[in-house]
């Protein structure tokens, strides 16, 4: 793996540490076609400023101080719930703008 990795957190394993799924697409030989796979790890959470459901940058520890636990975070990227398109700029739900569902909301009410 590079040295920096962009993962999901998924639960906060112990004090100062996080879980994360690294999504990583796989080249299958035979069928000629990419599947998503993903892996696990662990990474140093020093501010606990992580929580599940943020997808956060990830930088490589040049020495290991804790058994299992090769990365730090570096920063937030996208906070649970405030997914910003960075196109658009625009605040999105899903594939959708919260402004479209707002329009929608008020034509059918």
């Known amino acids: 793996m590079s ?15 996080i879980r994360l799924l690294i999504p990583q697409l ?10 998503r796979e993903n892996d696990t790890i662990l990474a140093h959470d020093q ?5 599940p459901g943020d997808w956060v940058l990830l930088r490589k520890i040049d020495e290991q ?3 299992g636990i090769d990365y730090k975070v570096e920063k937030i ?8 398109d960075p196109i658009t700029g625009k605040k999105t739900l899903g594939y959708d703008n919260v402004d479209d569902y707002q329009r929608l ?3 059918f009410k």
Do not use: P, Q, W
């Not at 796989?26 to 599947?35: E, I």
């Not at 501010?47 to 929580?51: A, L, S, T």
């Open 65 to 67: 101080f804790r058994l």
């Open 77 to 84: 990227v996208y906070e649970s719930g405030n997914i910003i």
């Open 3 to 17: 040295s920096l990795i962009l993962g999901k957190c998924i639960s906060t394993a112990r004090k100062n540490t």
């Open 105 to 107: 909301s008020k034509m």
């Open 26 to 35: 796989k080249f299958d030989t035979f069928l000629n076609k990419h599947f």
């Open 47 to 51: 501010e606990n400023i992580c929580n």
